[in-house]
């Protein structure tokens, strides 16, 4: 596609339930990248894909959160047991490698626990 | 540590010409970025320097690097209703890209 899309564009979920958000990169693009902003506040990095690999996890805030990426193409971020503080937009972004290649932004998800 | 600091606010009149700062802590940078994010739409890049530059002129922006403080300025020269925005910087160390918590720019009529 022409730029990074992602998916719901919204969503209102309850306490408790789980929420599955999706991410379509530039085409040909092999890093992915995901990140949290919270109302008022900077990003927050929580993971990065390689291809199909997440070297590094270290910024997904808790094991209820869990991400994939197949086909070095579409990724999804995966909330369980939704909390409160969970509230947040949910941005992707990729780029063509790893190196200092810029990051093209989507939307984002807003998402809402009630 | 990778901690990138900039000011929260900042409020300039049209045709002025704004300057937002970005310090940053880890002296491994390799690229520095500018996005600008306006409101309900995603990051979107400005510009970007990489750090053996100390200047990077586009239009009406400059990027100024001062490396030995750590320290990355933007300039947004003839400042324009549609700049109002938040604008973050970041910089890239080992394949992680660190945001500061952005600037949001008010212009004033």
């Known amino acids: 596609g022409a730029g990074v899309s992602q998916s719901p564009s919204n969503k209102v979920t309850e306490k408790g339930k789980d929420v599955e958000l999706r991410c379509d990169p530039i085409?040909?693009?092999?890093?992915l990248y995901w990140y949290r902003q919270r109302l008022g506040q900077g990003l927050e990095f929580l993971i990065y894909?390689?291809?199909?690999?997440?070297?590094?996890k270290s910024g997904l805030p808790s094991d209820r959160f869990s991400a994939e990426r197949t086909g070095e193409s579409v990724s999804t971020l995966t909330i369980q047991r939704t909390q409160q503080e969970d509230s947040a937009v949910y941005l992707c972004?990729?780029?063509?490698?790893?190196?200092?290649?810029?990051?093209?932004f989507g939307p984002g998800t807003r998402l809402t626990v009630l | 540590g990778e901690d990138v600091e900039q000011s929260l606010f900042l409020s300039v009149r049209e045709g002025d010409s704004s300057v937002i700062n970005c310090t940053y802590t880890?002296?491994?940078?390799?690229?520095l970025y500018w996005y600008k994010q306006e409101p309900g739409a995603g990051l979107q890049l400005l510009t970007y320097?990489?750090?053996?530059?100390d200047m990077k002129q586009d239009q009406r922006l400059t990027v100024l690097l001062n490396k030995k403080d750590k320290h990355l300025s933007l300039r947004i020269a003839d400042t324009q209703t549609g700049d109002s925005a938040i604008y973050f910087c970041?910089?890239?160390?080992?394949?992680?890209?660190?945001f500061g918590t952005g600037t949001k720019l008010q212009v004033i009529p």
């Open positions: 320097i990489f750090s053996n530059m």
């Open positions: 970041a910089r890239k160390g080992y394949q992680k890209v660190t």
């Open positions: 972004a990729s780029s063509l490698g790893l190196g200092g290649d810029t990051q093209y």
């Open positions: 085409s040909g693009h092999t890093a």
């Open positions: 880890d002296s491994s940078s390799t690229y």
């Open positions: 894909f390689q291809g199909n690999s997440a070297p590094d």
